[in-house]
């Protein structure tokens, strides 16, 4: 039997807008974002679960199943950005002001599962997002497992999607680096993932800390820069500060829409959000979420075959 709630939250809520940062592709396998709610796969200290969240009319019902099912229940609020305060962000720029109310619904939710957001992340690097998906995807679906659900011992509808759960940490860091090469890694960000899923407990414990320790604590595992830390952090954590500097798009974003210049690096990003410290992963948010772009001025990179080489 599934554990079940519901939740009035005293805020605008999107539930869908605000979970999206944790779908990795459109083909993740870890979550569904569907017609009516959003389906997710997730190991947690006390097992894994799923969980099926349906907002409606202002209230959020949700299911979960699994061993895991009464914790997921229990921090919903949190994953769905209670513990998020967009009243801090006092945008200044009279397009950020205009999406501050556009998306006042979209909040910064913590999922408290460090490895679910860093390896994604870690396939992210310096690839294209067509190629990071296939990874993430074929790394799960070769590694993970079927999560608990409704549809065991098999699919009762075709509404419901079968999920599978990330790869336990401890498959991770037994796993030999060429055997994460047909799922599109080749040997540095194999070499990564292995490296954090051998530290999965204490990089877990990370979200104990104060964000800034926390961001350090993860850039201390070799491969692990700013930018992986960032991605990390706002998923896992909630942090709507952490901005990925070392991103090929982000700063001409930023610069295009504050500033009207079609380029930009990350020192001039970091200065133009400067004046919305503690906030600016809020505002790159937003301008993505509006799809703001900055004039491109060649082809975009193609997709390569990591498998193939």
């Known amino acids: 039997m599934p554990v079940e709630t519901t939740w009035r939250p005293a805020f605008p809520l999107d539930v869908w807008r605000t979970l999206a940062p944790l779908r990795h592709g459109p083909g993740d396998p870890t979550i569904r974002l ?4 959003v389906w997710r796969a997730s190991r947690t200290a006390h097992g894994p679960a799923t969980l099926w969240i349906e907002p409606r009319a202002g209230v959020v019902s949700a299911r979960a199943w699994g061993p895991g099912a009464e914790h997921v229940i229990a921090t919903l609020p949190r994953l769905l950005g209670m513990d998020d305060d967009p009243d801090r962000f006092v945008p200044a720029h009279p397009l950020l002001r ?4 556009r998306f006042r619904g979209v909040r910064f939710g913590a999922s408290d599962r460090v490895l ?26 070769r590694f993970g ?41 080749e040997r540095r960000r194999s070499d990564v993932i292995r490296r954090v899923a051998s ?18 604590r993860l850039m201390t595992i070799p491969g692990v820069g700013p930018w992986t830390a960032a991605e ?13 500097v ?9 610069s295009w829409a504050l500033a009207g210049e079609a380029r930009g690096d990350d020192a001039r990003m ?40």
């Not at 999607?161 to 680096?177: D, F, I, K, Q, S």
């Not at 990390?232 to 990925?244: E, H, Q, Y």
């Open 116 to 141: 679910e957001s860093l390896l994604p992340a870690v396939c992210e690097q310096k690839v294209t997002g067509t190629e990071a998906h296939r990874a993430w995807r074929g790394m799960v679906l």
């Open 145 to 185: 497992e079927p999560a608990p659900g409704p549809w065991e011992p098999a699919p009762t509808s075709t509404a419901i999607p079968r999920l599978w759960l990330a790869p336990e940490p401890g498959t991770l860091a037994r796993v030999p680096y060429y055997e994460l090469h047909p799922v599109g890694l």
């Open 232 to 244: 990390t952090a706002r998923s896992a954590f909630g942090d709507p500060d952490a901005v990925s």
């Open 34 to 37: 569907v017609d009516g709610g």
């Open 246 to 254: 070392g991103d090929f798009h982000v700063p001409n974003l930023v």
């Open 98 to 101: 205009q999406l501050a109310i």
């Open 270 to 309: 970091l200065e133009l959000l400067e004046p919305y410290r503690g906030q600016r992963a809020r505002v790159v948010r937003l301008l993505e979420l509006a799809g703001v772009s900055a004039p491109r001025f060649g082809p975009r990179f193609r997709p390569r075959s990591i498998a193939a080489i």
């Open 199 to 216: 530290r999965a407990a204490w990089l877990e414990d990370a979200g104990r800390l104060a964000p800034n320790d926390a961001l350090a």
